[in-house]
């Protein structure tokens, strides 16, 4: 359906969809071999939105979610939003300290929870440290100093726990809330209503809370799904975690805007994925990078009918050009495309194209999305910068949040006065307008007054027949300011290599300046659950093996 940015919200396209193609699959699921159309998807997510209303939950209320790919997060996600509450989305690494910060910062009247994803009862472990209280209180009464603001608690289990709701129990509550009821409230809601709260990764200092509208979310889905081809023909299969943009809104948000099937994997898994992809016949497929290096290499040891994917999203950290390549070839996906941004911006900024050449689709993050603004400018004086010369990249336009919650000095670190979001990015633009993300501000190395930038030492390293992965960082040097350091994964089915052999591999083929002083050969890189890599992690291991020089 076409989008009318400032008009419509994201209940009158699940309505739409439920009118125009209800009897098409709308959400189905390999682990538990069920398939929803767009008619019965509909009519859950109305039984979420009154469940939800029968609580006390009212418009603008915070309520958080804190669970694995499950049905019930995409039921809820699209529940909450027909009804006008902020969905505040929780990572699923988060343990106790993380927990009741997000609850308190968010103000969150709701929480809602599965018992575990590694184990059934991790989360149920960590909401006993976090709110012993619980066990005191009736479902729905419940009272504490350090969340004030905080009255359910909803179990996504069946077990009955002190204090808590079940699911069903909500479901069942929602019977009570009629028909008027619920559509005055539908009536009541604007497109520019903030809709969802994402906490960025906190990589440095506290997490905060992004804010999105209906507007953000569904004109940036809108743009993505017609960049990608997406019709009612389509299946997606979606791996990364809806708690992150990039699960929630490039999968879910993106398959409603299209008509789209979904299928979700509940936790990554690259059997499972490769098993749904061909079950459910899909023709998009999303990941990072590390999701689809692994799938490549499970397609090595089982062989799978990857026929008719053809496109996705490869997005979330630096794309390598060999791994580009390898799911172009050995998948079958030749309209992969790459899709630049960060949750500031709802998320996506640039996006490669079906038909660009080979070259931009594997090297570059693409052209801006339509009417979204992307500049590149000088980071010290903020002078826009031409065609091939290196700075900060900025965007602006429909896509970009309210602000950080609560944290109005923090948004005006990042949005300026004229209304662009500085993303903290080093990027170039060629004449043709496809933009090349060269490192983060605070990623790029200073060596000896050198600007070293790590993506370009990482896409030649991948070249390299014994490297699976990479991760360049710089370390401090008193005689240089930097030097490099690179963390190296090998491939399973490579021999062992050496630092000096990384080296000689580099001499005369990359200036000597860029050479890894150091190389670190690792099982896996420190991330968070959407799968960033935590390159301060790497730069201080680095620095407790070698010292500062």
């Not at 009154?50 to 039921?75: F, S, T």
């Not at 662009?420 to 501000?441: K, M």
């Amino acid at each position: 359906m076409s989008i009318e940015i400032g008009k419509t919200r994201i209940g009158d396209v699940v309505e739409e969809n439920a009118k125009k193609l209800g009897n098409n699959v709308a959400l189905a699921y390999y682990e538990y071999d069920f398939r929803k159309t767009f008619s019965e998807f509909d009519e859950i997510c109305n039984q979420v939105a009154k469940g939800l209303m029968a609580l006390g939950i009212k418009r603008g209320d915070h309520v958080a979610m804190w669970a694995n790919n499950l049905p019930e997060w995409v039921y809820t996600q699209f529940g909450s939003a027909k009804m006008g509450a902020v969905m505040v989305t929780v990572n699923t690494n988060f343990r106790a300290f993380e927990l009741e910060y997000l609850l308190g910062q968010s103000d969150a009247s709701t929480l809602i929870l599965t018992g575990g994803v590694r184990t059934p009862d991790e989360y149920l472990k960590v909401l006993e440290q976090v709110l012993p209280e619980l066990a005191n209180c009736e479902p729905g009464n419940f009272k504490s100093d350090t969340l004030p603001n905080l009255k359910n608690v909803v179990y996504l289990g069946k077990e009955k726990i002190p204090g808590v709701y079940n699911w069903q129990d909500v479901m069942e509550m929602g019977k009570s809330v009629s028909g008027d009821d619920f559509q005055k409230r539908k009536d009541s809601l604007e497109s520019d209503d903030v809709i969802m709260m994402q906490y960025t990764s906190g990589t440095t200092g506290y997490p905060k809370g992004v804010m999105l509208t209906h507007s953000n979310l569904l004109g940036n889905a809108y743009s993505m799904a017609e960049t990608m081809g997406l019709t009612p023909e389509d299946a997606m299969c979606i791996p990364v975690p809806f708690f992150h943009c990039f699960g929630c809104v490039i999968g879910t948000m993106v398959c409603t805007v299209s008509g789209t099937a979904m299928v979700p994997i509940t936790s990554f898994d690259p059997k499972k994925v490769m098993e749904a992809v061909e079950k459910y016949k899909c023709t998009a497929l999303l990941g990072v990078p590390t999701m689809f290096i692994a799938e490549l290499e499970e397609m090595t040891k089982n062989k799978y009918d990857t026929t008719p994917l053809r496109t996705g999203v490869m997005a979330g950290s630096t794309c390598p050009v060999e791994v580009m390549k390898g799911v172009m070839d050995k998948m079958g996906a030749m309209e992969m495309t790459i899709v630049y941004g960060q949750t500031e911006a709802s998320p996506g900024i640039t996006q490669t194209r079906r038909d660009d050449s080979m070259d931009v689709r594997t090297e570059t993050v693409g052209r801006a999305l339509p009417n979204v603004e992307v500049k590149i400018v000088d980071p010290i004086t903020d002078e826009t910068l031409g065609p091939g010369e290196p700075g900060e990249l900025c965007s602006r336009g429909y896509h970009i949040m309210k602000g950080y919650y609560k944290m109005p000095e923090k948004t005006e670190e990042v949005i300026d006065s004229d209304g662009w979001l500085h993303t903290g990015d080093l990027a170039t633009v060629d004449e043709q307008g496809n933009y090349r993300i060269v490192g983060r501000l605070k990623d790029m190395i200073i060596r000896g007054g050198e600007n070293i930038y790590p993506r370009e030492i990482e896409e030649f390293l991948y070249t390299h027949p014994a490297v699976r992965d990479v991760q360049v960082v710089g370390i401090p040097s008193r005689k240089y300011g930097e030097k490099v350091a690179a963390f190296i994964q090998v491939r399973p089915d490579a021999e062992s290599v050496t630092e000096d052999e990384i080296k000689s591999f580099c001499k005369d083929k990359i200036s000597f300046h860029k050479i890894p002083q150091y190389c670190f050969f690792v099982q896996e890189f420190p991330a968070t659950a959407s799968g960033k890599i935590q390159k301060y992690k790497l730069r201080e291991f680095a620095v407790q093996e070698v010292g500062e020089e």
